[in-house]
Nanobody, 124 residues
Framework: VQLQASGGGLVQTGGSLRLSCAAS????????TGWFRQAPGKDREFVAA??????????YYGDSVKGRFTVSRDNAKNMVYLQMNSLKPEDTAVYYC????????????????WGQGTQVTVSS
């Protein structure tokens, strides 16, 4: 699976951005997806993820973004989205989309496919 993230930019505190991730290659619907971010000098941080269950799709969020960010996907379009609202300066980072066939949703080691990253900068 090839992934390409886009939609980053500069936004003021309290603003919104929607990141997109376009997937190509293997059957996208076979993979769960995630978003991670990495700020300068910090470790890569889990942001949001989707997972499959018998009842449908489950969404997970990191504690720092719960209630502000929403992850979604459109399998028909091979797209994953991250809607980010009420942005804060501490959300400033490079954001990566990723795909996994199995494994723990919050662990970056579970993801075998990564996009190139898109910069999000939130000014105070």
């Amino acid at each position: 699976v090839q992934l390409q993230a886009s939609g980053g930019g500069l936004v003021q505190t309290g603003g919104s951005l929607r990141l997109s991730c376009a997937a190509s290659g293997r059957t996208f619907s076979d993979y769960a997806t995630g978003w991670f971010r990495q700020a300068p000098g910090k470790d890569r941080e889990f942001v949001a993820a989707t997972a499959f269950s018998r009842s449908g799709e489950i969404r997970y969020y990191g504690d720092s973004v719960k209630g502000r960010f929403t992850v979604s996907r459109d399998n028909a379009k091979n797209m994953v989205y991250l809607q980010m609202n009420s942005l804060k300066p501490e959300d400033t980072a490079v954001y990566y989309c990723a795909a996994r066939a199995a494994g723990t949703y919050y662990s970056s080691a579970s993801y075998g496919y990564w996009g190139q990253g898109t910069q999000v900068t939130v000014s105070s």
